[in-house]
């Protein structure tokens, strides 16, 4: 046991595994650990140690990708611990409930596509009704970073009526980029989400509650990301949130809404992956509005056969 310490001892951050609840060997652990990039304390027992992953959200952001690539492979059931290791970091490690509910989501998500009704049940209710929580935190952190972007009104920072700047006109030639958003820690704390990062937690959260059939608590989160975003000025993150609010509308046979929200949404742009999807469910309202309209024409056509009236169909349909 000496010899083991002393071994331990010599051990830099990268080498040392998340060994919480994991027993004193198994070097899967160490091998999950230089993933991370974690280490331990050396001074607790080994069934009780606290982990401290070095870059939590970035940590966070790659098991998110890691779920994604095996939900896609149908592999459900190995999902399940990635999701959980996830929760654990976000509660025990970020310090936030708001972040560690998106895995209980996630988790409850899961566990009922495995059927596992009683999982499911535990997760939902760990999360609660509270889908949207700090937001008062969230709107007082945006309007701060707002007010520090402002430029002084300075006569000397004023361009001449007649000219505009180079700096301008390249940023109105330079495109948006799309990337993918990981979520900040309070720089203040040091624990916590920051709160200009809540407005994406958000939208990671109504796109759960949009698969779960959740509407009304995936269309509260979506409006308040959609303004805080507007707030921040980010045309691709508000883009993202109506293309989520569009596929609502959808589930809730508002396919002109949908067409609407989807085009807007278009406009303001997105990643390669933002206009594949969106492309698909532009066509999924065309297409859904457009069946309506025939089904409602063929319902009329028959009530107005059964009732004799001329350019009905009989009981023999359109033949």
């Keep these: 046991m000496k010899q083991r310490t002393q071994r331990a001892s010599h051990w830099s951050p990268q080498q040392t595994g998340i060994r919480t609840a994991c027993g004193s060997g198994g070097g899967g652990t160490?091998?999950?650990?230089?993933?991370?990039?974690a280490r331990t304390l050396s001074s607790a027992p080994l069934t009780s140690r606290v982990c401290c992953v070095l870059t939590q959200t970035y940590s966070l952001y790659y098991l998110d990708r890691l779920v994604?690539?095996?939900?896609?492979?149908f592999l459900h059931e190995?999902?399940?611990p990635v999701l959980q290791l996830g929760a654990l970091i976000a509660a025990s490690v970020v310090e936030s409930e708001s972040l560690a509910g998106l895995y209980h989501l996630r988790l409850a998500l899961a566990c009922s596509d495995l059927r596992l009704r009683e999982a499911a049940t535990y997760h939902e209710e760990v999360v609660g009704q509270a889908y949207i929580c700090d937001l008062e935190q969230a709107r007082k952190e945006i309007a701060l970073k707002k007010e520090k972007n402002k430029e002084p009104l300075l006569e000397e920072?004023?361009?001449a009526l007649n000219e505009l700047p180079a700096s301008a006109l390249q940023a109105e030639m330079k495109p948006l980029i799309a990337k993918d958003k990981i979520l900040k820690v309070n720089e203040e704390t040091g624990r916590g989400l920051d709160?200009?990062?809540?407005?994406l937690l958000w939208t990671l959260k109504a796109e759960v509650l949009l698969k779960m059939e959740l509407y009304q608590?995936?269309?509260?989160?979506?409006?308040?990301?959609?303004?805080?975003f507007q707030e921040l000025g980010d045309?691709?993150?508000?883009?993202?949130?109506?293309?989520?609010?569009a596929q609502l509308a959808n589930k809730e046979k508002k396919h002109g809404q949908a067409r609407r929200m989807v085009e807007k949404a278009q406009r303001l742009g997105g990643s390669e992956e933002f206009w594949y999807q969106s492309t698909l469910t532009l066509a999924d309202s065309?297409?859904?509005?457009?069946?309506?309209r025939r089904e409602t024409l063929v319902r009329g056509r028959c009530v107005r056969g059964s009732l004799g009236v001329p350019g009905g169909w009989g009981v023999a349909g359109p033949w």
Excluded: D, I, K
């Design 68 to 73: 994604e690539a095996l939900q896609e492979m």
């Design 195 to 199: 709160g200009t990062s809540f407005p």
């Design 217 to 228: 608590p995936a269309r509260l989160l979506l409006s308040e990301a959609y303004l805080a």
């Design 235 to 245: 045309p691709l993150a508000q883009s993202r949130c109506l293309h989520l609010l």
């Design 78 to 80: 190995l999902a399940v």
């Design 157 to 159: 920072s004023l361009p």
């Design 286 to 292: 065309l297409l859904s509005a457009e069946g309506e």
């Design 30 to 37: 160490e091998l999950l650990g230089r993933t991370l990039g």
